[in-house]
């Protein structure tokens, strides 16, 4: 967002006001629409278009307005580089033998490709912001909260299943992709519709693994509320998030895949090299993220910053975000890093914490993470119609939907069936195919494509995956309240049976009528106590693994104790508020809300 | 921060990392050095180096180490513009006729007046970040809180005061300044320092208004912990806020004032204009941040969003932040418009919130203002060294800061006594001398200066502003503790009767044993009931407001009704661990807890 002010700023008339003021305050219209949409939604229990469904379209919509309602100043623009202003010597010479003006080496490549003429529109270059500002910005709170507010319990009991998925299954997705895509490509050569240098092997796995990413975002904030089984959510949610990183490092390990050769040919040297640098990237992003948390641990167990919450607060989210920073700094994955840096911080740093810096960083991080989440999904959205370098190409788009759902099929139903001859809770078939349905494509995705659309076939894909996303967050992830209730997964059991959670809280309003009369008295209580039907809350796991170790943590921490042992109760007041509006629907509903905590 | 990126961006090789990972992790370093600063300085109650000249000092050091020990890779930046790239027709050329690459016009201008001939060190560059990255991002959060926590009964008992202080005491601090500054200049000119047409009178003038800016982050940061008495507080952060606004608004109109002929000679048109664009931006914007609050106000009233608290929050501050933005955008002061939303949305909308909104509007606040704070005197002391355009006149500099302490004084003593002209509760002479020292100039008047930097005049402004600006929080910031002592503000009236606060709770700490023997033990309770030296907490006095009000406001608000008479005693909860590490400084010195909500 910050990017789009430099456009502004180089004009020295309005020097005073307005630098990047009305580009961030589109996004903070878009926002706060999204916001009370999301609120109109919750209210009234519709599911059909989903938030982040909501903040894509709102960004659409806007995207649309910017580009063909403002109108162009290309003389505007021009204004900047007056020759009075060149008394002092320029060390540099501008010449421009087009009509546009570009900064950047880059923009100046791709503004060749523009194929729809809008050449010179400064708003929707101003629009159009910085791809780092995901990666650095945005990225990173969503991905550390994922994994602070992991449910650690179900994640472990997971953990071959979770981890089959997200490395072995992303590989699949992404040859099945990359070889089906090669196929298309090969097609289109064929008939005419692509020259044949644009696309080598290598690019279509690139495009594989970037579409490989499902995404945590889209899934996390579906699962979310929808009540679904404990089990079923964290086998996603472990995956989508893991296998993020995976599709992150993998496209990295792709992109410096360089064969010496013919692009084309399989030179196994190189192959093997980009083997070793993935797992190499992988696990050095794995012990950075780890290392932070480890710091962050040690500095809050035995400095007695818990006297002073912000500053604890302030620390711990400087430390989390360095381990991101120090991760990409060095040639790491970020993504990877913050992610595990979040699930050490949740199982160490968390229990040194003080009551009060509990509740601050929950808080933070929810917050964080609720904003980012929406301002990518409104930037997607502005993006079909701010982008000026988009290649549409029917047939390619054709060719990637098929190959993404293809290749999550290949993904999820032969793993499965692996799976299942080992585990002794198997997955039933009702799962496979929520799992496969699920599989939406998201942020990382669009960041990753986005990262870089300098050349023509980098630009097909970027808008390829950006008409895949929408494709899948819309259908797929408007459609999932349907796919759930058609595999019997939600309604059925509190239907048919005692067990919760009651159908009051789970259906739309409209039906609550029959709800009401379907849902057993028991379902109210019982809810909280079966194992197999938890509501999802993401922060109460946090304090449940915080009392179970406070006991035996105590003894080994004398100078926390006494904090420890008057904080519990704090805890447990701070949290009535904290599970956000998930509890609050919750309280609506009736229930008491001790028997949570 | 995130300007620094695109430096990286333009490179290909390093696509898919690092690009500005390793300059925000430069400040996150700073900042948690100062945290674990602030942390040792609080435990040990040392206060002759406060956090913001910490924070300063730690920028300083990185700023030495970044300029004198990183290379200058000048090739490096080359490398951006080979030949190969260009293989699908640029649109405009970039011709390098000197050894550097700049992106901008304005920079290629700057460049040529480098006088430490630390040309193309890309690291100095990334370093220095973009001007509207303080006024958008930084500043709003810091002034919001400033308005959101503003004690308003007191406040509101000395706003004559307040304003008098403000409006014309910034009037006469600017034209002091001014004055003095163009007596300097033009005895520069005289002995042949500078050259005639370099300084204008309005430059003088530019330069009086943005020196004008008494800096509230400074203040509020020092008194804030200081336990001072609450109306000299009171009467300093208002004026404090207030004049940045005052300043800001003028350092616009005098910009845009541009008498026809002669720039030096008076143009009475010219002056009205100005003065009338005065008084429409600063009406304008005060407007424009209250209808923002009132809008928030009535959404969070009629809607039932306080059943979804992160809703709520993100609404409020999305809001809020919007107020500023569009008073950017529409040519009016965003820094007047937030404070005076934050003002009216504690007023009002507070009222509205649950009472898990108003913990987290409250701590989000708190929070973003620290970190803003520590960027912006972070950056300050980076800047004085990765600025690559320093001018350094000593002359200028003694002038500037002769002509700061003058106008000072002439602002603050006859003000004070002509107000006491017509006070019931005179000004003693002891508030004005403490007024007269603690008129710092901090992060208002380093962002007015470092906005315009095309022009050797501004370059040398800039300089002298930054430079002025080490000085007052250094030596003034640093010796306020000596001055209130000395000024028997603060220890004498606990030590010679039984009033409070404790010494033991205001001395440092190796006067303990001292202090425990002098403090009478009635001080111990009395010290929150004893208006005239109440503890200086900010978030206590919303909830005082909150609770007055809420009797009221019960019958005209039926739907909130019963959520307001439940979370009363909520509040009172969560506010133990809400007024941050201040509360916990005063529970450790063993005070009741209670008596304070």
Redesign the interface.
Same mark, same amino acid.
């Given at each position: 967002? @910050?990017?789009l002010? @430099?456009y =502004?700023?180089?004009k020295?008339e309005? +020097?005073?006001?307005?630098?990047?003021?009305?580009e961030?305050?589109i996004f *903070?219209?878009l926002?706060?629409l999204t /916001?009370?949409t /999301?609120?109109l939604f919750? *209210?009234h229990r519709f599911r059909f278009l989903h938030e982040t469904g909501g903040a894509m379209l709102y960004g659409l919509v806007m995207g649309l307005i910017i580009r063909y309602v403002t109108k162009s100043p290309d003389v505007e623009s021009g204004t =900047?580089?007056e020759c009075e202003?060149?008394k002092? %010597?320029?060390?540099?010479?501008?010449?421009? /033998?087009?009509n546009?003006?570009?900064?950047?080496?880059?923009k100046?490549?791709i503004? +060749?490709?523009n194929v729809n003429g809008h050449q010179g529109n400064t708003m929707l270059q101003k629009m159009t912001f910085?791809?780092?500002?995901f990666? *650095?910005?945005l990225l990173p709170p969503i991905i550390f909260h994922a994994g602070y507010s992991l449910k650690k319990r179900h994640f472990f009991r997971n953990l071959g299943s979770i981890l089959t998925y997200a490395f072995l299954g992303t590989a699949i997705s992404c040859v099945v992709i990359g070889l089906i895509m090669y196929g298309f490509v090969k097609a289109m050569v064929h008939i005419g519709q692509l020259k044949q240098w644009e696309f080598h092997f290598t690019d279509c796995l690139f495009f594989g693994s970037l579409m490989s990413a499902t995404d945590p975002v889209t899934v996390l904030a579906i699962f979310h509320e929808l009540n679904v089984d404990t089990d079923l959510y964290t086998l996603l949610f472990g995956e989508s998030v893991l296998n993020d990183a995976v599709a992150i490092v993998l496209? +990295?390990s792709i992109? /410096?895949y360089s064969p010496k050769e013919n692009p084309n040919a399989f030179d196994a040297a190189a192959f093997f090299q980009s083997v070793g640098n993935f797992l190499g990237i992988f696990a050095g992003s794995f012990a950075m993220g780890s290392s932070y948390a480890v710091v962050t641990a040690l500095l809050t167990k035995f400095?007695?910053?818990c @006297? &002073?919450?912000?500053?604890e607060? %302030?620390?711990f989210?400087?430390?989390s975000?360095?381990a &991101?920073?120090?991760a990409?700094?060095a %040639?790491?994955?970020?993504i990877v890093a913050v992610l595990f840096c979040g699930v050490t911080q949740a199982h160490y740093t968390y229990n040194n914490l003080?009551?009060?810096s509990k509740?601050?960083t929950k808080?933070?991080f929810? &917050?964080m993470n609720?904003?980012a989440e929406n301002v990518i999904f409104c930037y997607m959205g502005l993006a079909l119609f701010t982008f000026q370098n988009h290649i549409f190409n029917p047939l390619f788009i054709f060719g990637a939907l098929v190959a993404v759902f293809v290749a999550r099929a290949s993904n999820i139903y032969p793993l499965s069936f692996l799976l299942n001859l080992g585990r002794k809770q198997k997955i039933p078939r009702t799962f496979q195919h929520m799992m496969m349905f699920s599989g939406l494509r998201g942020a990382i995705a669009f960041a990753l494509a986005i990262?870089?659309t300098?050349s023509q076939p980098k630009q097909m894909m970027f808008t390829t995956a950006l008409l895949v996303v929408f494709f899948t967050v819309w259908v797929c992830g408007g459609g999932t309240t349907a796919m759930l209730t058609w595999l019997q997964i939600r309604y059925l059991k509190p239907l048919l049976t005692h067990a919760g959670p009651p159908l009051t809280s789970t259906l739309p309003e409209w039906c609550s009528p029959v709800a009401r009369i379907l849902t057993s008295p028991r379902a109210y209580g019982d809810q909280l106590k079966d194992g197999d039907t938890v509501y999802i809350i993401n922060n109460d796991e946090l304090t449940e693994n915080y009392e179970s170790s406070a006991h035996i943590a105590v003894p080994a921490q004398d100078s926390t104790a006494s904090t420890q042992a008057t904080s519990k109760e704090?805890i447990q007041? %701070?949290d009535?508020?904290?599970g956000?509006?998930k509890l609050?629907?919750q309280r609506?509903a009736g229930q008491p809300q001790n028997s949570l905590a």
């Open positions: 967002m @910050e990017k002010k @430099e =502004v700023s180089v020295d309005d +020097h005073f006001y307005h630098q990047g003021a009305v961030l305050l *903070n219209f926002l706060i /916001i009370l /999301i609120w919750k *209210n =900047v580089y202003k060149l002092s %010597g320029p060390s540099t010479l501008l010449i421009n /033998i087009t546009q003006v570009y900064e950047y080496q880059y100046r490549e503004s +060749h490709h910085d791809p780092s500002i990666f *650095n910005i496209t +990295h992109s /410096i400095t007695k910053l @006297e &002073f919450p912000m500053l607060t %302030g620390l989210f400087l430390l975000w360095s &991101f920073l120090s990409e700094a %040639g790491l994955t970020g003080s009551a009060d509740m601050r808080q933070l929810e &917050f609720f904003l990262r870089d300098d704090d007041e %701070g009535l508020g904290l956000g509006y609050q629907i609506t």
